[in-house]
C-alpha cells in the first residue's frame, strides 16, 4: 500500500475505532512538511501558549492526538511560518504543504478539513485583493470605493453561506468566519482617508455619507474570541488611530494633515484605548501597540518620551506587557544624544573581546549592521559605506555582524576586502538588540568620542 494512503488509513482507523456510543472528543492534527526548514511543528492556543510539539519523522511526517482541547481557533508553527487551523471535537485533520511556497501549497484534508479550506482559501484571495485595493482603489472617491468594497465583502459573505449549506459547522467557528471577512474589508475603510491622501494629494474626506462608517454602530470590543483574529485586530487598531485623527484638536499641531505633535496624538491614542476597550487582553495589547509605536517610530526626546511612559503607567495599569515595554523605554533612554553608547562589548577579527565605547573613542564612528543571511544587503551596504569614505573622511565607519557564523563572517570580510580592523562581531545578538534598540538592519548609529550623535539614523539617509 502507498505510505499516504496507509498513513491516512492508520489516522482514520484510529478516529473511527472505539466505543460507537461515545462521542470521540479527541482530536488528530497530522500531515506532512515537504522540504522541511527544521525538524518540528508546535501547535499555539490563542493566547499564543505553546500546547504542544512534534518531532518531524524520516519521512517528514507529524502528527498530534489532542485529548482536552476546547474547539476554537489555533495555529501552529513551523519556524519561521506559521498558519491558523480551526479545530473542534472529533476531528481528524491532516495537512500537506510545501515550506517553499507555505500558505499557497497548504491542503487540508479529513473531518475538519472543509472549513479550514475555507479559512486558507479566504487568506489568499485577500492577499491578491489587497494589491489591487492598494494601487487601484484608494484613489477613488469615497463612494465608488465603498462600493467596491462592499461588493467583495457580500462575495466572501455569500461563499461562506454557501459553504454552510454544504458542510455542518458551528455557530463559533462561523462567527469566526464572519469576522474575518467583515473586519478585513472595515478595516479598508478606517485607512481609507490617510491612503487616499497619499495617492491623490487632497485633503482628507471628513464628511462621508452615513452607509461609509455604518458598521460602527454594531460595534462591540467586549468578545475575547476575536482578539486573536488577525483581521479584528489590524481593524481595531486602524480604528482607534482614525478617531484619533479626527477627534484631534490644535494639540496634536495638524499641518498640511500631518500630525506634527506625536506625543500628543499618542497620548489621545492612549485615552481612547482606556475609554473603550474594557477586554483586558485586547486593551493590553492595543496599550503595548501604540507604546512600540510611539517609542520605535518616532525617536522624540526624553523629555517627551518620559512623559508619554508616565500616561502609558497610569492609564495601562497591571499590563501583562509591561516588563517588555519598561526595557524598551530604558533602552532607549540609554541611548539619547550626548550619552555615551552603552558598555556593549563585541568580538573583533582576532577573536579578542571590545566595548563599543572603546572603538568609539576619541574620534566620530558610525555603527552600522550586517548578517550573512541577507548577501545582497552586505553587498549593497559594503558599497554604501565605501562610497561614502571616498566623500568624508572624518568618520571611522565600523560593522557589527549579527547571527552569522564565525568562519562565514571572516570569508565575507576577506572576499569583500574590508579592513578587519573595523569588523566586529556580536557576543550574543538578543543583548545587541536589546542594548542597542536594534530593530531595523538599515540602523546606523552616529558617535563622536563615543557620545552618541544620533542612535536611530539610515545609513541610506544619514547626512555625513
Given amino acids: 500500500m502507498n505510505k499516504n494512503l496507509l498513513y491516512i488509513f492508520l489516522l482514520l482507523f484510529a478516529v473511527g475505532c472505539g466505543n460507537g456510543a461515545k462521542k470521540n472528543n479527541t482530536i488528530f492534527f497530522a500531515g506532512e512538511i515537504v522540504n522541511p526548514a527544521n525538524k518540528y511543528v508546535v501547535l499555539y492556543n490563542s493566547d499564543n501558549i505553546k500546547l504542544d510539539s512534534a518531532k518531524l519523522d524520516t519521512d517528514n511526517r ?35 504543504l510545501n515550506t517553499m511556497d507555505f500558505d499557497e501549497s497548504l491542503v487540508f484534508s479529513g ?9 486558507i482559501d479566504l487568506y489568499l484571495v485577500h492577499e491578491k485583493e489587497e494589491r489591487i485595493i492598494r494601487s487601484s482603489y484608494f484613489s477613488l472617491e469615497p463612494e465608488e470605493f465603498h462600493e467596491k468594497i462592499e461588493t467583495l465583502r457580500k462575495e466572501k459573505l455569500q461563499n461562506l453561506k454557501e459553504l454552510k449549506q454544504e458542510v455542518t459547522i458551528s455557530e463559533a467557528a462561523s462567527e469566526i468566519a464572519e469576522v474575518s471577512i467583515n473586519y478585513n474589508y472595515y478595516n479598508y475603510k478606517e485607512i481609507y482617508p490617510f491612503e487616499h491622501r ?86 493590553d495589547n492595543l496599550f503595548r501597540n501604540v507604546a512600540l509605536e510611539y517609542l520605535l517610530g518616532v ?15 497610569l492609564r495601562s ?31 573583533d577579527y582576532e577573536g579578542k573581546e571590545i566595548s563599543l565605547q572603546k572603538i568609539a573613542k576619541n574620534k566620530k564612528v558610525v555603527f552600522y549592521f550586517w548578517t550573512a543571511s541577507n548577501r545582497r544587503y552586505f553587498k549593497d551596504v559594503t558599497k554604501k559605506i565605501a562610497e561614502i569614505s571616498k566623500k568624508n573622511n572624518q568618520y571611522t565607519f565600523v560593522g557589527i555582524n549579527y547571527n552569522t557564523d564565525n568562519a562565514t563572517w571572516k570569508g565575507l570580510i576577506e572576499r569583500a576586502q574590508l579592513d578587519k580592523d573595523n569588523q566586529y562581531q556580536a557576543n550574543d545578538q538578543r543583548e545587541l538588540t536589546k542594548t542597542l534598540i536594534f530593530d531595523k538592519a ?9 557620545k552618541i550623535v544620533d542612535a536611530f539614523n539610515s545609513i541610506w539617509s544619514a547626512n555625513f
Fill in 317 to 347: 495599569g497591571d499590563n501583562r506587557h509591561l516588563k517588555e515595554i519598561n526595557e524598551l523605554y530604558q533602552g532607549i533612554t540609554n541611548v539619547q544624544p550626548h550619552k555615551k553608547i552603552p558598555d556593549l562589548m563585541v568580538t
Fill in 111 to 119: 473531518k475538519g478539513s472543509e472549513f479550514n479550506n475555507f479559512l
Fill in 198 to 283: 497619499k495617492r491623490t494629494g487632497r485633503k482628507l474626506a471628513h464628511n462621508f455619507s452615513p452607509n461609509f462608517y455604518a458598521y460602527r454602530k454594531d460595534l462591540s470590543f467586549n468578545n475575547k474570541r476575536l482578539n486573536y483574529l488577525t483581521p479584528y485586530y489590524n481593524f481595531v487598531k486602524s480604528h482607534l488611530k482614525n478617531l484619533s485623527y479626527m477627534g484631534c484638536d490644535k494639540k496634536c499641531g495638524v499641518k498640511n494633515e500631518i500630525i506634527t505633535n506625536q506625543l500628543h496624538f499618542n497620548r489621545h491614542k492612549l485615552n481612547l484605548i482606556d475609554s473603550l476597550i474594557k477586554e483586558e487582553e485586547l486593551r
Fill in 299 to 313: 525617536h522624540d526626546n526624553e523629555k517627551n518620551n518620559a512623559i508619554f511612559i508616565d500616561d502609558f503607567h
Fill in 62 to 96: 507529524f502528527s498530534f492526538q489532542l485529548d482536552s482541547i476546547k474547539e476554537g481557533l489555533y495555529h501552529f508553527e513551523h519556524a519561521p511560518e506559521y498558519q491558523y487551523i480551526y479545530l473542534h471535537e472529533g476531528d481528524s485533520i491532516q495537512i500537506r
Fill in 442 to 450: 538599515n540602523r546606523c548609529i552616529i558617535t563622536n568620542n563615543a
